[in-house]
């Protein structure tokens, strides 16, 4: 257990030292129970100390904040964070299910270069993009996955203006079967009246 809150609340030197020591000690999993406004990443101490945390594959969670339930009230929405709240687990990527996740299936393959793609995505480059991650990153050297996010995430996720306007998205996905070797995985889709999703390759069969 690591203190960084104190009477008047905490600082981002202090929530930066104790993860740079959880790091230290080698921690596989980091809980963090305080709520963190959902800003820019390069000044969200959240994100920067979870995002080093990642990269020594570190599984990091943190608390969705009191601010609820109205819209855009989540904090700590940071990709590489698994943000979560007593009533509704997992903001980030999908619900959680405990008992499905022994067995997954299924899995969505993140790395490093994943999440380092998305800052490129968000605008991060040259200098800011090497302060935050502290190594010799270049956006042209991260392969694109093509489609309208880069992420391989089990949700989707597109954000427009005007919900009357029409829309073309596309999402790629790459998943890897971590199930039986035999398996045979049908992708269905439930939708709203007004919403079309087509699934390429909606059967998958390993052998």
Known sequence: MYKVCWPKGYSDINLLVAMDDAIDDGVDVLSISIGGASNGFFDNSFAIGSFHAMKKGIFVACSAGNSGPDLYTVQN?????????????????????????????????????????????????????RLFTKDNTDCASVPDIGGDDSLNYPSMYYQFQNPNTSINVVFHRTITNVGLKNSIYKATVKALRNLKVSIILNVLAFS
């Open 77 to 129: 929405t940071t990709p590489w964070i698994m943000t979560a709240a007593i009533a509704n687990l997992g903001y980030g990527a999908g619900q959680i299910d405990p008992v499905s996740a022994l067995h997954p299936g299924l899995i969505y393959d993140l790395s490093k270069f994943d999440y380092i793609r998305f800052l490129c995505e968000e605008g991060y480059s040259g200098t800011t993009l």
